[in-house]
């Protein structure tokens, strides 16, 4: 599974919520990262390295929680 299918597929990540961090100068990034995954516009590698970014320190934020 790819990035893009992950995004529009994982009921536990909200990908309107990554879109924030994924493009923080965008007012409208929710909007943005909604086209790209209806395939309105091009969901690029570049999307998809900051999309993996930004699920990479969601999961590092994970892991150093305290149980």
Do not use: G
């Amino acid at each position: 599974m790819d990035i893009k299918e992950f995004l529009k597929t994982e009921k536990m990540i909200s990908p309107m919520n990554v879109a924030k961090d994924m493009y923080p100068n965008n007012k409208d990034a929710k909007t943005y990262l909604s086209r790209k995954l209806n395939d309105k516009l091009p969901f690029t590698d570049k999307d998809a390295e900051k999309a993996k970014a930004v699920l990479t320190e969601l999961a590092d934020r994970i892991a150093r929680l305290d149980t």
